[in-house]
């Protein structure tokens, strides 16, 4: 069960993984959320050009099994939103001011949190936990910004004496990925869940055993479905102007969150770890 549920966060992230007879059920409901739960299923496959039937398939996709209680969902999301929360993502546009671009930048990270809360499943995240108490090794293989992820979760776990590393580009990820056991566990990072490296390197650490993660954007992927452990996150529709921001700071809250939970069910056991590592780092900043 997501953490803070929001049907029309997960179809607007889903909206382009599904059937084009799917889609159009989904642009219509998000260009037309005030009226949808008036809407018979009749209704709604007569406005969307599509059928009962295609409505139903629609909604089962969704997770739904009718369309009652989808529309019950839909109501429930709209009548928990305020004005705020109905606005759209910002992307950066030539000549903003400083104060505007300040403004959409801090909305734009605190909406990627929220939103992501809307679509990360809170059990997926005890499975996380729990198999990273296990594990003889974390292994993080990321591309671009999300190698950056993938760093600060090894400063992270490293932290706690978690034996742990991270690889960035795609021919150090095959070999670490080639060098993996079962009882290790690799957590793939990748917004798309299209990324070739990561896809290449997943098939490998699959075959040798190692539990697979998956950091990914709600949505139908081929890193989605080969993973055994699925931590969505939620990002805005923006362009390339802003490149990876949004989804940046989502991940980087999911790594929080099983750094946390992991350190937290352990604290006794890491108390002694956080402490030295806060105390050398002290130090040598001391006697700078």
Do not use: W
């Amino acid at each position: 069960m997501s953490i803070n549920d929001n049907i029309l966060i997960k179809i607007r992230d889903m909206k382009d993984s599904l059937t084009p007879v799917e889609k159009l059920v989904a642009e219509y409901i998000l260009e037309n959320l005030e009226e949808i739960p008036h809407l018979s299923i009749k209704s709604l496959a007569q406005l969307t050009k599509t059928s009962d039937a295609s409505v139903l398939r629609f909604c089962k996709t969704m997770g739904y099994k009718g369309y009652r209680n989808f529309i019950v969902s839909v109501s429930a999301s709209l009548g928990s939103m305020d004005e705020e929360q109905k606005d759209q993502y910002t992307d950066i546009q030539p000549g903003d001011d400083l104060s505007i671009i300040i403004s959409n930048i801090s909305r734009n990270n605190s909406k990627s949190i929220v939103d992501t809360l809307s679509v990360i499943d809170k059990n997926e995240i005890a499975r996380a936990v729990k198999v990273l108490r296990e594990s003889n090794r974390i292994v993080f293989f990321g591309i671009g910004a999300s190698g950056l992820v993938g760093i600060d979760a090894e400063q992270k776990f490293s932290r706690i004496n978690k034996m742990c590393h991270t690889y960035t580009d795609g021919h150090s990820q095959l070999t670490a990925a080639t060098l993996l056991e079962k009882g290790d566990v690799a957590i793939f990072i990748s917004n798309s869940g299209k990324t070739v490296e990561i896809l290449d390197s997943l098939e490998i650490a699959k075959k040798n055993g190692a539990c697979i993660i998956a950091i990914t954007k709600y949505n139908k992927s081929e890193l989605a479905d080969k993973a055994n452990i699925v931590l969505s996150i939620s990002t805005p529709e923006v362009t390339i102007r802003s490149g990876a921001m949004g989804s940046r700071i989502a991940m980087l809250t999911v790594i929080d969150i099983l750094f946390a939970g992991v350190a937290s069910a352990e604290y006794k056991k890491v108390k002694k770890y956080l402490s030295k590592t806060h105390d050398i780092i002290a130090s040598v900043k001391h006697r700078k």
